[in-house]
């Protein structure tokens, strides 16, 4: 069974930063492409970023230049490194994996909240 479990979401204050992790576990393969999406309330779910071959990244606008993912293919983990949070950051994060196969699976969300 294929399990993904975020972690290292919480409460930061405007300008902060945070790091989240994903772990994949359970037998998974063919993993094309990592992702981070995030659903404000009352907000359709977005793509936050996603990283492809271990080099190839995508990021939607908003989050350029503030946000980093990477990844570590051998140990089946996603990482998003969030800089200078802005309040309307906050949302909860899932990452996703999407195999060669076009089978995603999905985390069960981590709550980002950026407040003072």
């Known amino acids: 069974q294929v399990q993904l479990v975020e972690s290292g979401g919480g409460l930061v204050q405007p300008g902060g930063s945070l790091g989240l992790s994903c772990a994949a576990s359970?037998?998974?393969?063919?993993?094309?492409?990592m992702g981070w999406y995030r659903q404000a309330p009352g907000k359709q779910r977005e793509l936050v970023a996603s990283?492809?071959?271990?080099?190839?990244?995508t990021y939607v606008d908003s989050v350029k230049g503030r946000f980093t993912i990477s990844r570590d293919s051998a140990k089946n983990l996603v990482f998003l490194q969030m800089n200078s949070l802005k309040p309307e950051d906050t949302a909860v994060y899932y990452c996703?994996?999407?195999?060669?196969?076009?089978?995603?699976?999905w985390g069960q969300g981590t709550q980002v909240t950026v407040s003072s």
């Open positions: 996703k994996i999407t195999t060669m196969y076009n089978t995603d699976y």
């Open positions: 359970g037998s998974i393969f063919g993993i094309y492409v």
């Open positions: 990283i492809s071959g271990g080099v190839r990244t």
